[in-house]
Nanobody, 121 residues
Framework: QVHLVESGGGSVQAGGSLRLSCVAS????????MGWVRQAPGKQREAVAY????????DYADSVKGRFSILADNPKNTVFLQMSSLKPEDTAMYYC??????????????WGQGTQVTVSS
């Protein structure tokens, strides 16, 4: 059974940074595909970052490119989302997801419970 547990969310002022963590069990980060997906109130889910086979390939949504980085710690079976230069529009619930295809939100098979990120101006 696959479990994904996110942590690291919180409140930060615009321009600040946060690092989200996702610990996976029952799924190998080093050989699979992991993504970070966010959902703001009243908006559709948006995949913001994707990593494949523990770091061999990564991609980002245009809205976060240059500000967010997705990283994997394969021995710890953990994926991180390093977020910098945060904007109020980055405020959302952030979900870790596994076994998907790129930035296709609907393709992910496994989901965590989410961690809230709030950016104030």
């Amino acid at each position: 059974q696959v479990h994904l547990v996110e942590s690291g969310g919180g409140s930060v002022q615009a321009g600040g940074s946060l690092r989200l963590s996702c610990v996976a069990s029952g799924y190998m980060v080093s050989s699979g595909s992991m993504g970070w997906v966010r959902q703001a109130p009243g908006k559709q889910r948006e995949a913001v970052a994707y990593i494949y086979t523990g770091g061999a390939y990564a991609d980002y949504a245009d809205s976060v490119k240059g500000r967010f980085s997705i990283l994997a710690d394969n021995p710890k079976n953990t994926v991180f989302l390093q977020m910098s230069s945060l904007k109020p529009e980055d405020t959302a619930m952030y979900y870790c997801a596994a076994e998907g295809v790129g930035l296709g939100v609907g393709s992910y098979k496994y989901w965590g419970q989410g961690t809230q990120v709030t950016v104030s101006s």
